[in-house]
């Protein structure tokens, strides 16, 4: 029977919640590596059992760590993480010219076809690939080497690479987002790089309509429709339809329009989620209503999405990783929260449960749909 | 001490006993002039996989929240390849590494 498996990476450990295709029961084990922070876990596309998680800590650095059984078990692989040649300098949050220094992997993006592949992507924000399943990672340094690459500042969190998103019908396309940099894409596997972020407006940099220096939180692509990218910026919701070229505000008659993750319908190319946060300032939602919006036009139209959603006194906030969708015929939603819930959804959205209630801060959810 | 290999004992923090999958202290086969350098490089060559969490793998600078300490004596800021106390090279006593006290 046809189930679910989400990976949930937390400030304080890994979890693996499992369900059947109903998604009502759920066993939950972990924590994994308890005590560690994991910013992220993901299964590769192309081996459900091959996951790698991002496990690092402030006292002992970063690790990764493989499985080759869906998370029963882990082994951890290589963690040297060198910027190729003299790694140079970007902004600092003053201006000033600062060394590019590894702090940690945000994300881990498994190539679609090989398991043995996987992309990091890391803060100060480069990338990395591995193609012998973890064991050594070299950098594609034509990203950190684009020569805008001196006057990038970081975010409020870090000058993070969080999103790497790899196309489906287009081998060698690649896109990455870049806290705060902004959306950049590749059409030759990730050895050359330029940014694309025309239409973005960006009121707190110089020059709003500036080529880079935006603080792009997060991209979605649906895979049947990969020219079509959606993105939650720091604020506004933003689509493009010819693949980063340009693009184009659709926050529409959201309640705001900051916020952290993007996610798309497994089946519904044009339906959209969101999850509206106060503001910058405000890291939660407002009036402590927990509500993700819904799009079922590809943004402007936005519905939200209540049911089973603490609707008073909710101050948590679900950060730019900490949502998923699975691809079972009713397709499911998944999102975590600063909090500790983990909520599900098994019908698009319509309705929410909590999986779990108590766990640490959630940093990130995937999802595998299991036959 | 020079042209045999010494025992030396050392002493994880919690954390890296576990991803070593070690109970206790490691004793660790230490061949030449015992150093801090030396441990450190017997203790990742045998379990590699604490490799970067104590010092940086390319220049070898210990991590900022990691502390040395043997003989109640702080080596932290010793020169890695200074000797060791003649008791930790003898095995009397552990060479203790220790995550920082820093909050978390």
Known sequence: MSGVRVLVGTRKGAFVLRSDGKREQWEVSGPHFPGWEIYHVKGSPADQDRLYASQSSGWFGQLIQRSDDGGATWEAVGNDFSYQGEPGTHQWYDGTPHPWEFARVWHLEPSLDDPDTVYAGVEDAGLFRSTDGGQHWQELPGLRGHKSGPSWQPGAGGMCLHTIILDPSAPGRMFAAISAAGAFRS???????????????????????????????????????????????????????????????????????????????????????????????????????????????????????????????????????????????????????????????????????????????????????LP | MTGRAEIVRVTLPAHLRTLARVHGEVELQVAGQVTQCAVLDALEARYPMLRGTIRDQRTGKRRAFIRFFACEQDLSHEQPDAPLPEAVAAGAEPYLIVGAMAGG
Not at chain 1, 200 to 212: F, H, K, M, T
Not at chain 1, 261 to 282: F, G, K, R
Not at chain 1, 324 to 333: E, F, K, P, Q
Request: glycine fraction near 10%; hydrophobic fraction near 30%; proline fraction near 8%.
């Open chain 1, 187 to 369: 059409d030759d596997a990730g050895e050359s790089w330029r940014p694309v972020n025309h239409g973005l407006r960006s009121e707190g940099i110089p020059d709003p309509g500036a080529e880079v220096g935006h603080c792009v939180h997060r991209l979605a692509m649906h895979p049947s429709r990969p020219s079509v990218l959606y993105m939650q910026k720091h604020w506004d919701v933003m689509r493009s339809d010819d693949a980063g070229e340009s693009w184009h505000e659709v926050s529409g008659d959201l309640p705001t329009d900051f916020g952290f993750p993007i996610d798309v319908h497994a089946h519904e190319p044009e339906t959209v989620y969101v999850v509206p946060i106060t503001s910058d300032s405000h890291h939660f939602p407002p009036e402590g209503k927990l509500r993700v919006y819904r799009s079922r036009t590809g943004g402007d139209e936005w519905e939200p999405l209540t049911r089973g959603l603490p609707q008073e006194h909710c101050y948590v906030n679900v950060l730019r990783d900490a949502m998923a969708v699975d691809s079972l015929d009713s397709c499911g939603i998944y999102f975590g929260t600063t909090g500790g819930q983990v909520y599900g959804s098994s019908d698009a959205g319509d309705s929410w449960a909590p999986i779990v209630r108590d766990l640490p801060a959630v940093l990130s959810v995937e999802v595998q749909t």
